[in-house]
Structure formats: C-alpha cells, structure tokens
C-alpha cells in the first residue's frame, strides 16, 4: 500500500488487485475495498473505468499511462497530504473498528497500538510494522 505508482499510494496494490480479480485469483483479497474508493474518488475516476483500463492494458506501464492521462491532477504538496491522511486511516465505524480488531487479533493480539489500514496490512503480510505510542 504504501508504494507509489504515478505519485499515489495504494494504486499500485489497488492494480495487483483488480487483476487478480479479472483473472479470478484474487483469494481474500477485496476489489474495490473502501480505501480503493477513496483512491478513485480522488483521482475523479469509478471502478469500472479503472477495472476496464486494466483489462485494456496488459502492463503496469500501460495502466499508468492511463491513469496519469484520466486522474484529476491534484498539486504535488495537496497529493503529499492525501497519501498520508490514507496511510493514517484507520476504522471509521464500530463495525470497521471489531473488523479491525478482528483481523489483528488473528495475526498479533499484541499489537494494540496499531490504529491504521495500512498498518494492518503490512503486519497481515508480514512486513515489519514499528511499535507505535499508544495515545490513551
């Protein structure tokens, strides 16, 4: 997730995903995911375009290309700010936050201090995630 592609976050994962799910591989993977929503919805493009530009173009490249053409151009300091508010997102509704905790639980019951997606994620897959301070 946080990989950049054309200067946003998550669009590169978002990619890997929705491929996976053209190809019918896509396991527990979800596309789109509300964090693939937020993406979208900022660069001022649906799921269906994406979904039907990754189709079209078999390249990372090619995709690239097309959302750097298509993408509503946001300045470099406003992106900036855009990716780490969607790094810094965490659960946004008691049902997201028993999701979240679910999900954690199941992979580290320890790590109370992670508060964000993306952070999640990256424990998830087995990235190191450094110990966060817990904010009472």
Not at 100 to 116: E, G, I, N, Q
């Amino acid at each position: 997730m946080r990989i950049k592609l054309e200067g946003y976050v998550h669009l590169a994962r978002m990619l890997d995903k929705c491929r996976a799910v053209l190809a019918g591989t896509e396991g527990e993977y979800i596309y789109p995911c509300p964090m693939d929503e937020r993406l979208l919805e900022f660069a001022g493009i649906t799921s269906e375009q994406f979904t039907a530009a990754v189709n079209t173009n078999p390249a990372d490249a090619g995709v690239a290309a097309w959302f750097r053409q298509t993408a509503t151009p946001h300045p470099t300091a406003e992106l900036e700010k855009w990716n780490e508010k969607l790094l810094a997102r965490g659960p946004s509704s008691p049902e997201s936050l028993k999701k979240f905790k679910k999900y954690r639980d199941a992979v580290d019951p320890s790590r109370t201090d992670l508060t964000a997606w993306s952070d999640l994620q990256d424990l998830e897959e087995g990235r190191g995630v450094p110990q966060r301070q817990v904010v009472a």
